[in-house]
């Protein structure tokens, strides 16, 4: 098991759980706000027989219909959008009531939740943005082309395809990308085409609309910004449930984490198996041992001479020759002297 170590900060943990909520109720209500009018066009006017998309139905003969139009081209859609099968009898709605707020249809109230959240959202996103900012902790999270040939085999990872993270950092790949897709691209726009449908907020930055090439066009790009947020969400869903669920959820309520047990790759002193490699012995040229300083062996006299080699030589006896410990002669000797 790895080490326990304290991740995320009181700021970030709140800040959390702060966006968890707001975009949760930002989506549902925004919802049911499309439900008023489940037409999409792209400049300034609304027509909705313009509509780059609609969700609608259909009465064919007392059939209610759902339906799903993009370009021209029709979806059937019946029991998910467009139409809606209560305990009155069908009804035309664009989404169904499980997943807006308020469930029942209530453009004025969808539109108060909408806009509250809407606020605590940019606030805390800001605080956020600044407090990191001023820490250094921003810039570990901000993807870079050194982290983007890293994507493939973090992919693969997270797929259990591959036994080793690439992750070198506190955030791996497919995490800075998406956290800096958030806060570069989502966030900022997603909070300007919002400012730009608003009446007020055009008579005082009449350049807002304009920006986004009108009014309808604004609210198309927050439509399709809005289904990149839930993407994100169950990307990072899908993230956390893939690497330790409890883990990563006890490291963003209590800010603790149990870092994972070091790879191969992470360790400079085991290297990998699959990088292992087999080296052949290489000759080597044999060295004169140095003489021995034990005492020679003594022989004993013998009938039959026994030719022996210089004292002086430096030659060690052959190997594999024993001696007799209790004697002290060689075996060598004692063939000798049975001849």
Same mark, same amino acid.
């Given at each position: 098991?790895?080490?326990? $170590?304290?991740?995320?900060?009181?700021i970030?943990? =709140?800040? +959390?759980?702060?966006? %968890?909520i707001?975009? %949760?109720?930002?989506?549902?209500?925004?919802?049911q706000?499309f439900?008023a009018?489940? +037409?999409?066009h792209w400049?300034?006017?609304?027509e909705? &027989?313009?509509?780059? /998309?609609?969700i609608?139905a259909?009465?064919?003969?007392?059939? $209610?219909q759902?339906y799903?139009e993009?370009?021209g081209?029709r979806?059937p859609?019946?029991?998910v959008?467009g139409?809606? /099968?209560? &305990?009155?009898?069908? &009804?035309?709605?664009?989404?169904p009531?499980?997943?807006t707020i308020?469930?029942?249809?209530?453009?004025a109230g969808?539109?108060?939740?909408h806009?509250?959240f809407?606020?605590l /959202?940019?606030i805390?996103g800001l605080?956020?943005?600044?407090?990191n900012?001023?820490?250094?902790h921003m810039?570990?999270? =901000?993807f870079t082309?050194?982290?983007?040939a890293?994507?493939?085999?973090m992919i693969?990872?997270y797929? +259990?395809?591959?036994?080793e993270?690439?992750?070198?950092? &506190?955030?791996?790949?497919?995490?800075k990308?998406a956290?800096?897709? $958030?806060? !570069?691209?989502?966030?900022?726009l997603? =909070?300007l085409s919002?400012?730009?449908m608003?009446p007020?907020?055009? *008579?005082?930055?009449?350049w807002?609309?304009?920006?986004?090439?009108?009014?309808?066009?604004?609210?198309?790009?927050?439509?399709i910004?809005?289904?990149?947020?839930?993407s994100?969400? /169950?990307?990072? !869903?899908?993230? $956390?449930l893939?690497?330790?669920v409890?883990?990563?959820?006890?490291?963003m309520v %209590?800010g603790?984490y149990r870092?994972k !047990?070091?790879?191969?790759? #992470?360790?400079p002193?085991v290297?990998p198996?699959s990088?292992?490699?087999?080296?052949?012995?290489?000759?080597?040229?044999?060295?004169?041992?140095p003489?021995?300083?034990a005492p020679?062996?003594t022989?004993?006299?013998q009938?039959?001479p026994i %030719?022996?080699?210089?004292e002086t030589?430096?030659?060690?006896?052959?190997?594999?020759?024993?001696t007799?410990t209790?004697?002290g002669?060689s075996? #060598?000797a004692?063939k000798h *002297?049975?001849?």
């Amino acid at each position: 098991m790895g080490a326990v $170590v304290y991740r995320h900060n009181r700021i970030t943990r =709140l800040s +959390h759980w702060v966006n %968890t909520i707001a975009l %949760t109720i930002l989506f549902m209500s925004g919802l049911q706000i499309f439900n008023a009018f489940p +037409h999409l066009h792209w400049g300034s006017k609304a027509e909705p &027989e313009e509509a780059l /998309f609609s969700i609608s139905a259909i009465n064919a003969g007392g059939n $209610v219909q759902g339906y799903a139009e993009l370009f021209g081209y029709r979806i059937p859609t019946t029991g998910v959008l467009g139409a809606q /099968f209560t &305990e009155s009898g069908p &009804e035309e709605r664009a989404f169904p009531s499980w997943i807006t707020i308020p469930g029942y249809f209530w453009l004025a109230g969808g539109r108060r939740w909408h806009f509250f959240f809407g606020w605590l /959202f940019a606030i805390n996103g800001l605080l956020y943005f600044v407090y990191n900012l001023l820490n250094g902790h921003m810039r570990k999270f =901000l993807f870079t082309l050194r982290d983007a040939a890293k994507v493939p085999s973090m992919i693969l990872y997270y797929l +259990h395809l591959r036994r080793e993270s690439p992750q070198d950092g &506190e955030y791996n790949p497919l995490q800075k990308m998406a956290y800096s897709s $958030v806060f !570069v691209i989502l966030t900022p726009l997603v =909070l300007l085409s919002g400012m730009a449908m608003s009446p007020q907020l055009d *008579v005082a930055f009449n350049w807002l609309p304009t920006m986004f090439g009108g009014r309808q066009s604004a609210r198309t790009v927050h439509f399709i910004l809005a289904f990149g947020f839930a993407s994100f969400t /169950f990307g990072h !869903v899908f993230m $956390v449930l893939t690497t330790g669920v409890l883990n990563n959820m006890r490291s963003m309520v %209590t800010g603790w984490y149990r870092e994972k !047990v070091p790879s191969y790759k #992470e360790s400079p002193l085991v290297a990998p198996p699959s990088k292992l490699k087999l080296v052949e012995p290489q000759p080597t040229e044999e060295k004169p041992q140095p003489p021995s300083e034990a005492p020679a062996p003594t022989v004993p006299q013998q009938q039959t001479p026994i %030719t022996a080699k210089p004292e002086t030589t430096d030659e060690r006896p052959p190997t594999g020759i024993s001696t007799d410990t209790s004697t002290g002669e060689s075996k #060598e000797a004692k063939k000798h *002297v049975a001849e």
